[in-house]
RNA sequence: GCUCAUAUAGCUCAGCGGUAGAGCACUUGCUUGGUAAGUAAGAGGUCACCGGUUCAAGUCCGGUUAUGAGCUCCA
């Protein structure tokens, strides 16, 4: 048989080769290296039978294929039989790759904590001593069934009944055949390609990641192909967490939180100096594009709700109040608006809409509250109280996509201001449940598709995510330990304006119901500003950064020049502090420098004699020396987005 | 909400049954020093909260609250 490599070259085998043949053809450094192959684009084990003419690639361990299959062995064959071994009434669950790593879901009678990683970790590695080969047997389902059902693995035996396929369930073993694995494969041929891992930590895990479901135990670990590689992995981890908002907030004295009120910022001057000049940016971009902006009340009577809907579907996520009986003339509910979007509706009801009106557009930096579950909040990116920066279109449905694009044009100019070049997209489509007709669904899909397209932005689909009453974009931004955080959004409503009455009159004089939009570009202000922190390491753009420059005095007889040029700076919009403390310099360098103040200004007795000033900036050890004149001009030309 | 972990000075953390500790920060002296920590002294704590075990509890046990890592959720 013919097998083509993907230099396109072609060798000859005997049918029934495998691809360690072919390696061992090709070369002996290769057939030490190979750990599996790719026929046709389809993983298989190094030693599976070829049959017939293909494609194919050898996957060798020092490539990113073959360290994901390592990965993949050293979770499903050493640390499930680690597992097993230590814990001996354990039901084995499912163990894949990840990025960087692994997990192994397992359901263990005693909990395992991360003091028992290391224990667990020890037996690995006595695994991983054997050096073990590993090979494969093709069971039939009755078989496989038998199999798992004697070693009492009800998750595997769940698997199988589930699986649609009848022959060819895939049994690994190792050598001494104590250990048995249900797998799709490919695994290493042997224990010996197994490199550097850690195992990193334990949580719970619910089985087929439904919460009705039993709550297993999944332990994560990391595995690389040296020492080196892991050490590097574990140090870039470790300064990725240096770039935690969390962390820096408290450096930057930005914000705190605290028991009283779990998950609502207390915002410090400094921190609401960023959240301020975010804002005022934010404004402008929207006044500019055409939004008009209002503002509605935080506490609304629970009728808005039930007429919107929110009552029915959002309620355990409401904060309610009641007025005090006492107190009170009538007794009413209330609720904090967890969204703003059926209070616009009200305003967009005020007055007699024509489609000549249309579309209108309503801005609010709106504060709304949420009772997200307790186990859920993070820092910034998830509170329960934040702004948004809220808006509402209501349009005709031929705007829909001419008004898409009209955003997307907005929030990618924003985030480019902001310093995001990179964002995902997400394009969330029909839901099972859902309301509206399916002619509506298209044409509102293929709006939205077709807007981003005609930009050019790359965009993934996510079928079914959608909300009931319509699809959605999404824009979503990482922070610095790579999880993904939703910001942007842009959702269409075929639901809310027919729910609260919002009309505008055709051209027939007929009433008809506007498309509604709900559309935010930051997200939130509280998620956006954790990320910009992340995204910056704390090193803000000059414009957002809450002390701009400091002014660090070398000796007292230049405390009166200092102080002028704080005033100077202060009278150009420059958020300047003079520090005048009897410290060293060199103190004022590193105590500022660890606050990110953007630009210090040295200030001794030269500078002073000179009328100059010595300017050193963040992230540099550079210091020079300006006339005080220039540097006003220069550092106030800096301030701007 | 679920699993596991954590909660001691403003911050970072040590102490793990027997009189509450360190470094930094803070206050006060001395020091006026040229670009990432000058120096000495002082002050600072109801060891998250509630209960239990014990002659004795930051320390052991249970509960509550909050926080962290995941999971689920985020219309």
Known sequence: MKLTLPDNSIRELPEGSSGYDLAKDIGAGLAKAAVAIEI?????????????????????????????????????????????????????AIGPTIDNGFYYDVEVDEGISVDDLQKIEDEMH???????????????????????????????????????????FQLYYQDDEKFIDLCRGPHLPSLSFIGSFKLTKVSGAYWKGDSENKMLTRIYGTAWNNEKELDKYLSDIEEAQKRDHRQLGKEMNLFHFQDEAPGMVFWHPYG????????????????????????????????????????????????????????????????????NCPCHVQVYNQGIKSYKDL????????????????????????????????????????????????????????????GFKDFDIKLSTRPETRVGSDDVWDRAESSLEAAIKNLGYPYKIDEGDG????????????????????????????????????????????????????????GSFERFIGILIENYAGKLPF???????????????????????????????????????????????????????????????????????????????????????????????????
């Open 40 to 92: 046709d684009g389809e993983q298989k084990d190094l030693h599976d039978p070829i049959n017939s003419d293909c494609c194919i690639s050898i996957i060798t361990i020092d490539s990113d294929k073959g360290l994901e299959i390592m990965r993949h062995t050293l979770t499903a064959q050493v640390l499930a039989r680690a597992l097993k071994n230590i814990y001996s009434k354990s039901f084995l």
């Open 126 to 168: 006595r695994i991983i001593k054997t050096n073990s080969s590993i090979t494969k047997k093709l069971k039939s389902k009755k078989d496989a069934l038998k199999i798992f059902k004697s070693l009492k693995e009800p998750y595997k035996v769940e698997i199988i009944n589930e699986s649609d396929q009848k022959d060819d």
């Open 272 to 339: 609401w100096t960023i959240y301020r000049q975010l804002q005022n940016f934010m404004r402008q971009k929207l006044e500019d594009s055409g939004y008009l902006e209002i503002n509605t009340p935080l506490v609304v009577d629970r009728k808005l709700w039930e007429a919107s809907g929110h009552w029915d579907k959002y309620r355990e996520n409401m904060f309610i109040t009641e007025i005090d009986e006492e107190h009170a003339n009538e007794k009413r509910v209330n609720a904090l608006k967890p969204m």
């Open 359 to 418: 579309p209108i557009k309503f801005a609010e930096f709106g504060s709304c509250h949420r009772y997200e579950p307790s186990g859920t909040m993070h820092g910034l990116m998830r509170v329960r109280g934040f702004t948004q920066d809220d808006g509402h279109i209501f349009c005709t449905e031929d705007q829909i996509e001419s008004e898409t694009g009209k955003f997307i044009e907005l929030l990618s100019g924003v985030y480019a201001d902001l």
């Open 467 to 522: 909300a009931f009453y319509g699809p959605k974009l999404d824009f979503v931004l990482t922070d610095a330990i790579g999880r993904d955080w939703q910001c942007g959004t842009f959702q269409l409503d075929f639901n809310l304006p027919e729910r609260l009455n919002a009309e505008y009159v055709g051209e027939d004089g007929n009433k008809n119901n506007p498309v509604m939009i709900h559309r935010a570009v930051l």
């Open 543 to 641: 414009w957002l950064a809450p002390q701009q420059v400091v002014i660090a005095s070398i000796i007292s007889d230049v405390n009166d020049y200092s102080i002028e040029i704080m005033d100077l700076l202060k009278k150009e919009g420059i958020r300047a502090e003079a520090d005048l403390r009897n410290e060293k310099i060199s103190y004022k360098v590193r105590e500022h420098s660890s606050k990110k103040v953007p630009i210090i200004l040295a200030i001794g007795n030269n500078e002073k004699n000179d009328r100059t000033v010595s300017i050193r900036r963040i992230g540099s050890n550079n210091n020079n020396v300006l006339k005080l004149d220039d540097a006003i001009k220069e550092i106030t030309k800096e301030n701007s987005v």
